[in-house]
């Protein structure tokens, strides 16, 4: 998988006068099944987050209140997305480094996952993965 992989997904959005209803379906308007669901919030000004790299988790990350960037690179190529709206989300492949930051004063970003939380699939250094990423085919 590479960068062309991760893309912006709009999400149904039903629009009615006393508030609008999106939602999120796994294996529908996401490739896998939703087994976590997190959340960031009060992340401080100037902060960032994320910084490392899953070896076999998909994401789809979504800015549920105000905006956020999230920079996904495939140790080839850098994209930066901007989040700014529920009703789009932002599906990540696995073996993407990412790196979430310009978060605006109130911004909550949810995450949903594919696996459950497991430490052993996380690369945290750069050099680690950008060496992992190069034994990957079509990279």
């Known amino acids: 998988m590479s960068i062309k992989d991760c893309k912006i997904v709009e999400l149904p959005k039903i629009s009615d006068p006393?508030?609008?209803?999106?939602?999120?379906?796994g294996g529908q308007h996401i490739p896998f099944d939703?087994?976590?669901?997190?959340?960031?919030y009060d992340?401080?000004?100037?902060s960032d987050r994320g910084s490392h790299a899953h070896k076999h988790l998909h994401q789809f990350i979504v800015?549920?209140?105000g905006s956020f960037d999230v920079v996904l690179d495939d140790g080839q190529q850098k994209h930066r997305f901007h989040l700014n709206r529920s009703?789009?989300?932002?599906y990540?492949?696995?073996m993407m480094w990412?790196?979430?930051d310009n978060f605006s004063s109130g911004a909550v970003c949810m995450v949903l996952a594919s696996e459950h939380y497991d430490a052993v699939d996380y690369i945290r250094d750069y050099e680690e993965f950008s060496l992992a990423?190069?034994?990957l085919p079509n990279r």
Do not use: H, Q, W
């Not at 992340?43 to 100037?46: A, I, T």
């Open 133 to 135: 990423a190069k034994l």
């Open 98 to 100: 990412r790196d979430l």
């Open 87 to 90: 009703y789009y989300g932002l």
């Open 34 to 40: 939703i087994k976590r669901v997190y959340y960031l």
């Open 92 to 94: 990540v492949c696995p």
């Open 63 to 65: 800015a549920m209140s």
């Open 43 to 46: 992340v401080p000004g100037g």
């Open 18 to 25: 006393r508030g609008n209803l999106s939602f999120i379906e």
